[in-house]
């Protein structure tokens, strides 16, 4: 398997305040993993120190061999890293079809090509099976404004996935969202995403979802990675357990098993 | 398609208007050509609109152009073609060079960054003698490829010139509009974060809006100056005129490339009248016309015309 993320001695610091630190990670094509930690525990500094958002302190990213600290995101989303937030972003006033269209303009057009029709019915045609493959091809016409937080968590993610991306960061992808949806909302954009192979790491509170749909898990603690191992090993590391899951869930798990 | 209507209309009343030159009376002509300067400026304004930017100084680009052509008739230069491209095309460049800093800017202070930037040409213009000081300068009549005709043929051929031109910016502009990179408005306005995560710069968006938009009333100026024959800091560089642009901009509305001429007829057509019943009249009227624009139609005159057409949609 080819090593598609390296990152080394990552740290992120405020001030006095280490947000992140000593974070160093390998992910390989295919791998779908899971972060989880506690609020605070650096899981969102650490996507956004990768995808550009957020400019580190020290250390490197090595995305396809290429380091891309300080490249600004666009490049970043270029070079194949794309990602989703936990606040959808989204255009609110533009439908979900005009959402995925600019998305799909912006992906296959570059430099004087930028000047050609946005639409065209190949083109039109894309959007809609990108669309039916993220299933809310329904909500086609609605404004983005209108729609309920699971859809338009679905539509921000769409819009990631257009250039069919190496690497697929998810910042939470399930929160916000009501207990019966979040489940098949999972098991649509997982769905998705192993049509394409789309490598994917995400952050998730829920360790059923963990557990359903990822192989691997880094669990994060205080800026730090305190564990990172495949998720049945990880479930029962003691670190884990004390610092992320606590002690019921331990004891709830057993029980189930 | 309904951007392709947009050009079969234009195309239309760009031969009807071509045909009428011939008849009409030379005030009436002279409105046109007046509009014609003006709504180029509008058209330059709908683009940055669109997007949610305003500018309240596009007199730069405006005057700068206006200049352009004054001064190249001192080097000589007296063809109309070459005049209007070099001075617009300076403009551009104008608006190229201050879009690096601009395009960091939103809001208010993109708004008055341009201003700021036209007050300081103003002063300019104001101060030197070489450009005329407040009296400005001359413009002599253009030459078309050769062809110089005198009185009212002068007057005859510089409105179809104008014509030609504006048939060239409408169309132009109306392909860019439809394009990934024109299309990226409402995108742009709503949410800069997702643009970039989707690969590319908002501050390039930006940066090509403002330099077609400087070019837009570069040609405004540069029709300006050959219509009324002179030049002077005042009317083309002060910030009053760029006033007079956002106002003809929100007259018109921006739901199409056509609106802002619509708009600049209907303000010069009103300046034309209130002029001759008064001078302190006219800011009377201009006022009125704007609270009213605002208060019921604020989508203005193009919202007007597509509700009486009947298409609710209508052409975008």
């Not at chain 1, 390998?26 to 990768?50: C, D, P, Y």
């Not at chain 2, 800069?192 to 040609?219: Q, T």
């Not at chain 2, 009249?281 to 019921?296: C, P, V, Y």
């Amino acid at each position: 398997m080819t090593t598609i993320l390296e990152v080394n001695g990552l740290e992120k610091r405020f001030g006095g305040v280490v947000a992140a630190q000593n974070i160093g990670v390998t992910v390989s094509a295919g791998e779908t993993i899971g972060i989880i930690g506690a609020n605070g525990a650096g899981k969102t500094t650490f996507v956004n120190m990768v995808t550009g958002h957020l400019p580190p302190s020290a250390g490197t990213v090595k995305f396809l061999g290429t380091n891309i600290v300080g490249l600004p995101p666009r490049r970043i989303t270029e070079l194949g890293l794309c990602r989703s937030f936990q606040v959808p972003q989204v255009f609110l006033s533009e439908s979900v079809f005009d959402n995925v269209l600019m998305a799909y303009g912006i992906a296959e057009e570059s430099g004087f090509s930028m000047l050609r029709p946005l639409r065209n019915k190949e083109r039109d045609a894309r959007v809609r099976k990108h669309l039916a493959s993220y299933q809310i091809a329904e909500h086609e016409e609605t404004a983005a404004s209108a729609l309920s937080q699971g859809i338009r968590k679905l539509l921000d993610i769409a819009m990631a996935t257009v250039r069919k991306p190496q690497l697929l960061m998810l910042d939470e992808p399930t929160s916000g969202i009501s207990v019966e949806e979040k489940f098949d909302l999972m098991d649509i954009i997982m769905a998705a995403l192993r049509e394409e192979q789309t490598t994917v790491m995400f952050i998730e509170h829920d360790m059923e979802i963990v557990q359903r749909h990822v192989a691997r898990v880094l669990a994060f603690s205080q800026g730090e990675i305190i564990c990172d191992a495949p998720t049945a090993k990880a479930m029962v590391d003691p670190k884990v357990v004390e610092f992320v899951l606590g002690q019921e869930y331990h004891v709830g798990i057993r029980s189930d098993a | 398609m309904s951007a392709d209507k947009t050009i079969i209309g234009v195309t239309i009343a760009v031969v009807l208007l071509a045909c009428a030159n011939f008849f009409i009376a030379d005030w009436i002509r002279q409105i046109g050509l007046l509009s014609m300067a003006i709504g180029s400026v509008a058209l330059g304004l709908l683009v940055l609109w669109r997007t949610g930017l305003i500018s309240f100084g596009h007199a730069l680009f405006y005057g700068f152009s206006a200049y352009g052509v004054a001064l190249l008739n001192y080097l000589g230069v007296r063809d109309a073609f070459v005049l209007v491209i070099v001075s617009a095309a300076a403009s551009g460049l104008l608006a190229w060079g201050l879009g690096f800093l601009v395009r960091r800017y939103r809001a208010i202070f993109f708004a008055l960054l341009t201003m700021a930037f036209s007050m300081i040409l103003y002063g300019v213009l104001a101060k030197t003698e070489r450009f005329g000081s407040t009296d400005g300068l001359n413009v002599h009549p253009p030459t078309f490829l050769g062809y110089a005709p005198v009185d009212q043929a002068a007057q005859i051929t510089l409105f179809l010139f104008g014509l030609l031109v504006i048939y060239g910016l409408i169309l132009g502009v109306q392909i860019y509009l439809r394009s990934v990179l024109g299309q990226m408005t409402t995108a742009v306005r709503e949410n800069e974060i997702r643009v970039e995560y989707l690969g590319y710069s908002v501050e390039h968006v930006i940066h090509i809006k403002y330099v077609i938009s400087g070019l837009l009333a570069g040609f405004g100026g540069a029709i300006m100056a050959l219509a009324v024959g002179q030049v002077d800091p005042e009317s083309m560089a002060y910030w009053t005129a760029s006033g007079e642009f956002v106002f003809v901009a929100i007259l018109a509305g921006t739901g199409n490339v056509a609106a802002p001429f619509i708009g600049a007829v209907a303000f010069e057509v009103i300046r034309h009248f209130a002029w001759e019943h008064g001078a302190n009249l006219w800011q009377l009227i201009m006022g009125g016309t704007l609270l009213a624009i605002i208060m019921f139609v604020p989508d203005g005159i193009w919202s007007v015309l597509q509700r009486l057409v009947g298409k609710k949609d209508g052409v975008k």
